[in-house]
């Protein structure tokens, strides 16, 4: 059996102060309000930590207040660096040979600290994307060693989790993983809603040419194929009364990816589009309205566009 040392890593030099100020003096100034928080004494609080700062980061990009990064993700990074000493202590239930894949993972992650610092400073919204991307790979290493919990998707009880799934008490309806929509951040630069059903989400875009597309993701903000689903829709000038509605023939890509549309050239931004989705769960079509004042934005950038959702039965 290989044996797996850690220099500086034993839990007697694990000093923890209750409480931290993430927030330190940068070559450009500080940026944004510092982020108080207490710093977690186990694996699992931390993990549920650095969820937390990657969600807020998410929206950040999103709101395109990249200013607001850097205290956000300098908490990810002082939790990072003490989450292999966390994975030490017998109660965090992590395997001894998974310890190595966790302190890596740790300080990897709080190693980017600096790429996204740079990154959001200088504005660069695509640049701060996909380093978050890269560290968001290495928070799903550390997922694999905590326990899952589940709560009810509406928080009826607030922040109330269970160990197990189930029924919510208050409401009736199924738990999901705490971790389940956490990101409700566009992909491609469009309209994100989630589901009625809880699991699905969904975005849709128009392009400079007018195409329409709609992408699906799972209740992690996985892209989903789209071969699963059938839609129908329709399309008018904002504004229009019903007469200038006109029919949306909304069919699957070859790639299988999205469904798409064109839109009739006639009709340009600002524009509606009614789409009646089958989710294929044995529910009648659930109804999505979009509101395209532009195209998308570029599909890197993940900005949303102004929209609204009504779910609906089909008449």
Known sequence: MRIVRFSMISL??????????AQHSHAGGEHGKPVEFVMPTDLKSAVREI????????????????????????????VGKVIGQLALKPESGVPKEAIKEINLAGKELAAKFDAIDKAADAGDAQGTRQVYAEMQKLVEVLHKYVPKEYTCPMRCESEK???????????GMQLSELRAHADHEPKHGGIFFMAPDQTHHLE?????????????????????????????????PKGADENARKPLTVGLEPGKAFLAAKVDGAITPPLSIKVFIDFKDGQRPQVFDFDFDKPSQDTQHGTAVDAKHRSEERN
Request: with cysteine; glycine share 4%; proline share 5%.
């Open 161 to 171: 989790s269970y160990a197990a799934p189930g029924e919510c008490p208050k409401c």
């Open 12 to 21: 007697s030099a694990l000093v923890v102060a209750p409480y931290a100020r």
């Open 204 to 236: 849709g875009t128009l392009s400079e040419q007018g195409q329409f597309r709609i992408y699906f993701y799972d209740e992690f903000t996985r892209p989903i194929s789209a071969e699963k689903f059938t839609c129908e829709g329709k399309v008018w």
């Open 51 to 78: 969820d937390l700062r990657m969600h807020e980061i998410s929206e950040l990009i999103t709101l395109r207040e990249l200013e607001q990064v850097h205290a956000q993700a300098d908490v990810i990074q002082k």
